[in-house]
């Protein structure tokens, strides 16, 4: 039996980010049915971060891209709740090596845990490199 994980990306990303990552954020949140042309699939098999409409995570997965204001500058926030199988754990590095080039403030990124669990696994981002910490 597999575990599952509730996993959570919540970042800034920089005004400038460009376009092609814009597209593929948007295809991995099932925003857009076709996988862009520039994203390998053997590095990117599946829409990682599209919301299930059937989770049983208590009120949802979720998933938002959106331009905003921080702070008297733009950004894209994004932020993304999902329940991901053990087995799929691995593509979190998928995502994150989208992301960390991007990300306009280091620091907190997310988080996994084990859904019955309570302790976290943080995702940080450092000016480009990302990790796991623990919280």
Known sequence: MSLHYEVVFTCFLRDGTPEPVLDALRWHMGASEDRPP???ADEHPYQL???DPDSRLPGGE???LRYQSLGGQD???LFTRNLWMDDDLGEI?????LLAPHVENAGYG???R???DTAVSVLTFDDGPHG???G
């Open 38 to 40: 520039h994203l390998d």
């Open 49 to 51: 971060l599209e919301p």
């Open 62 to 64: 979720f998933a938002s």
């Open 75 to 77: 950004a894209w926030g």
């Open 93 to 97: 590095t998928t995502v994150m090596d």
């Open 110 to 112: 997310g988080y996994l």
């Open 114 to 116: 084990e859904e019955y």
């Open 132 to 134: 796991p910490g623990t």
